[in-house]
């Protein structure tokens, strides 16, 4: 028996302790939107902001005033409502009164084969007349100088994409531990610092701010190409990284972030069901977060002393990377501790989330059914 704490042990002294010290090599390789100096053009282009917002009263107003407030001088803000059962409709519709760059799309009915927020996405494009477009979640709040920045960090690199990894704001201190987790693990696990690379395999795209050349969109086949994926806005980016297109991810901490992300454990929970809804992923998902997210823990406490300390090690190792993913990228150094929690999180929710779809027939999401046929992750 004890060479299944040995092992268990060393494999995960091994990865922890292996990404903690690449990432920390690597880290300063990844670009921080607010260290931009902004270069402006005499006719810089037009960009079009697209929100897709199914019920967001939460934070939509305040979401369209950050934008209405930039310092960029050419932007239009189309906000699609998408089938809200809530105050989303007459928001949009206040706000397009009081700014005249301000326009709304109010989606009634969802045909098949599209994912919601895909569908409002590639409607929104529709009337979008930018050379370049922004797609945005409707809980998303913006610095005055964001856009400026981003569209300087896009004309110096030369690129076609930009997505930005986000801040985390509001009282829901759940959302903000899922959000580090997510996108430490894009980070370090993901090499994030290879995005750039054109030759490298690593992408890509987050919902909360993905600039994508309008060139590069269509030439992607639009979100029309992948309407029925439940990760739009990762898919979004893979495929234009595979189209040989110049992509780059850097983060956005000082510059944009989520207002409440998931405003209970509850909906946090039901995000995960959205990602794993089968239990072909989900088996495998809740073996690996068992083993190394929880394990370790419990390996301060069992077994023989080398192994628990070599546990030890791994959980050090966690802390580190939360603590430099903090530097870099924003949230608290201590968030760490949260590590087993979201690991629970990821296990119950995913295991959840194939029972009701393998029951129902389909993976529900903001109450909406889709079918599991061709549904995608």
Request: include cysteine; glycine fraction near 10%.
């Amino acid at each position: 028996m004890e060479w299944v704490y040995w092992l268990l042990s060393g494999l995960n002294v091994l990865m922890w302790g292996g990404v903690a010290l690449l990432y920390t090599a690597k880290v300063g390789q990844i670009g921080q939107l607010y260290k931009t100096e902004e270069l402006p053009l005499q006719e810089p282009p037009l960009i079009s902001v697209v929100i897709a917002a199914r019920n967001e009263q939460k934070a939509l107003e305040s979401c369209i005033r950050s934008l209405a407030a930039q310092t960029y001088p050419r932007l239009e803000i189309i906000a699609v409502d998408d089938r809200s059962a809530d105050g989303t409709r007459s928001i949009i519709e206040e706000m397009a009164t009081k700014h005249p760059n301000v326009s709304g799309v109010y989606i009634q009915e969802l045909p098949e084969h599209w994912m919601g927020k895909s569908h409002a996405l590639f409607e929104g494009v529709k009337r979008a007349k930018g050379d370049w477009l922004l797609f945005a979640d409707g809980d998303i709040l913006f610095q005055p100088a964001c856009l400026s920045k981003a569209e300087t960090y896009c004309r110096k690199a030369r690129l076609d994409h930009l997505t930005l990894i986000p801040d985390f704001h509001g009282s829901h201190l759940f959302s903000k531990w899922y959000g580090a987790f997510i996108f430490l693990s894009a980070s370090s696990f993901g090499m994030l610092w290879r995005v750039k690379n054109p030759k490298a395999p690593q992408s890509l795209g987050v919902g909360a701010f993905n600039l994508v050349k309008r060139s590069a969109y269509e030439q992607i086949g639009t979100h029309a190409a992948f309407s029925y994926n439940t990760t739009d806005d990762a898919t979004l980016g893979k495929r234009i990284k595979q189209a040989g297109c110049r992509q780059d991810a850097a983060y956005g901490t000082r510059m944009i972030a989520v207002w409440n992300w998931y405003e209970s454990l509850g909906q946090l929970i039901g995000s995960v069901e959205k990602l794993v809804f089968s239990f072909r992923n989900a088996l495998p998902t809740s073996l690996s977060c068992l083993l190394t997210m929880l394990y370790p823990w419990a390996g301060l406490f069992i077994g023989p002393p080398v192994p628990r300390a070599l546990c030890a090690v791994s959980l050090l190792s966690v802390f580190w990377l939360y603590f430099v993913y903090a530097r870099h990228a924003g949230g608290r150094r201590w968030y760490g501790i949260a590590h087993p929690l979201i690991g629970l999180c990821l296990i119950f929710g995913g295991l959840r989330g194939a029972y009701r779809a393998s029951r129902r027939g389909g993976m529900t999401w903001r109450g909406t059914t889709y079918d599991l046929k061709n549904l995608k992750s």
